[in-house]
């Protein structure tokens, strides 16, 4: 049974940071694209970042770009997010994903994509003061 599990969110103030992390299971993990996505309150869902299957492609949405890192360390069958200089309007629950298909090309997924993404059951970021 394939099983992603996030970790790693919390409450932060505004310019601090966060490392989340994914645990994935039931598949073999160094064969698959995996992307991060994250569902604002009341918001739907919107696609972070994507990592190739060996780490070395990686793409962000515009509003991450120089703030988040996407990695990956396959030994471990683990995907981090790397969150600095929060800002408010990060909050959200953040989503671990990955794609039906294995050995997928690193992409920008619009809503209704990510939508049709495999998803683990998220770990909440809020960024407060």
């Known amino acids: 049974e394939v099983e992603l599990v996030e970790s790693g969110g919390d409450l932060v103030q505004p310019g601090g940071s966060l490392r989340l992390s994914c645990v994935a299971s039931g598949f073999t993990f160094s064969s698959y694209t995996m992307n991060w996505v994250r569902q604002a309150p009341g918001k739907g869902l919107e696609w972070v970042a994507g990592?190739?299957?060996?780490?070395?492609?990686?793409k962000y949405c515009e509003s991450v770009k120089g703030r988040f890192t996407i990695s990956r360390d396959n030994a471990k069958n683990t995907l981090y997010l790397q969150l600095d200089a929060l800002k408010t309007s990060d909050t959200g629950m953040y989503y671990c994903a990955r794609e039906a298909a294995a050995y997928s090309v690193v992409k920008i997924y619009n809503e209704s994509e990510s939508e049709r993404l495999l998803r683990g059951q998220g770990t909440q970021v809020t960024v407060s003061s």
């Open positions: 990592i190739s299957v060996r780490g070395t492609t990686t």
